[in-house]
T-cell receptor
Framework: DGGITQSPKYLFRKEGQNVTLSCEQNLNHDAMYWYRQDPGQGLRLIYYSQIVNDFQKGDIAEGYSVSREKKESFPLTVTSAQKNPTAFYLC???????????FGAGSRLTVL | AQKITQTQPGMFVQEKEAVTLDCTYDTSDPSYGLFWYKQPSSGEMIFLIYQGSYDQQNATEGRYSLNFQKARKSANLVISASQLGDSAMYFCAMRPYNFNKFYFGSGTKLNVKP
């Protein structure tokens, strides 16, 4: 079955460490997105990519980095510059012009 | 600028009753799509329903219907015959057709009482 795989599901990080969240899709979707969700709040866009080797900052890109070397993969690195990284991270994808955004199951990052 | 507003942080509904979750949006784009997603406590995002800005009829998907009032820029979700499994967070979202970006509201937490 096609879908989006996010890993790890849970991740603990010490302050000052960089961590990378994986997002892989086999839906042949063109666009991929990373959202951050804080408790009781909505989704905020971190980065998005519409084609390979190209990506754009969203509303809260500071302290994060991404790459899009393959159509299927869009990893997110949470750097030590992100001051409050504890959150739930959701990866999503869509075809161009699609009327639906497909999500992965999410990764929960906790900074110790 | 695009903005989605959900003014109900939390709502209660009795099982088997209908409930309306409010959503208003602001956009300068003439063409856009409106969406509702459900997020259970597990965290997954489940697509519920879609409405295009030029669609003449309100969208329906099973027990879900979208009450679209274009002039008022509102896209309320109506859930009929609520079930205990409907207890979740619900998010309204919009995608302007000129962009491949999706904008989300802050969500409404729905609790269905037995």
């Amino acid at each position: 079955d096609g879908g989006i795989t996010q890993s790890p599901k849970y991740l603990f990080r010490k302050e000052g460490q960089n961590v990378t969240l994986s997002c892989e899709q086999n839906l042949n979707h063109d666009a991929m997105y990373w959202y951050r969700q804080d408790p009781g709040q909505g989704l905020r866009l971190i980065y998005y990519s519409q084609i390979v080797n190209d990506f754009q900052k969203g509303d809260i890109a500071e302290g994060y980095s991404v790459s899009r070397e393959k159509k299927e993969s869009f990893p997110l690195t949470v750097t030590s510059a992100q001051k409050n990284p504890t959150a739930f991270y959701l990866c999503a994808s869509s075809r161009f012009g699609a009327n639906v955004l497909t999500f992965g199951a999410g990764s929960r990052l906790t900074v110790l | 600028a695009q903005k989605i507003t959900q003014t109900q942080p939390g709502m209660f509904v009795q099982e088997k009753e209908a409930v309306t979750l409010d959503c208003t949006y602001d956009t300068s784009d003439p063409s856009y799509g409106l969406f509702w997603y459900k997020q259970p406590s597990s965290g997954e995002m489940i697509f519920l329903i879609y409405q295009g800005s030029y669609d003449q009829q309100n969208a329906t998907e099973g027990r879900y219907s979208l009450n679209f009032q274009k002039a008022r820029k509102s896209a309320n979700l109506v859930i009929s015959a609520s079930q205990l499994g409907d207890s979740a967070m619900y998010f309204c979202a919009m995608r302007p057709y000129n962009f491949n970006k999706f904008y989300f509201g802050s969500g409404t937490k729905l609790n269905v009482k037995p």
